[in-house]
């Protein structure tokens, strides 16, 4: 949730604290434009899948 609602500072604590990184996190920033939330979770190794990039590509 604090993906979705583009709390950087939560996610960052959350995954301080083991939460998965994963790319379904990245398709919610992305689809809520989150994009310093989409930033930092693709430079923590969350790729994107097929329908992420080609949200990313209309962004």
Known sequence: MAV???HLDVAK???KSG???SSLALRYAVQKR???VVEWLM???AAPD???IQMLDCA
């Open 50 to 52: 097929m329908a992420t």
């Open 13 to 15: 604590r959350l995954a």
């Open 34 to 36: 989150h994009m310093g």
């Open 19 to 21: 939460a998965p990184v």
């Open 4 to 6: 979705v609602y583009g």
């Open 43 to 45: 430079n923590r190794g």
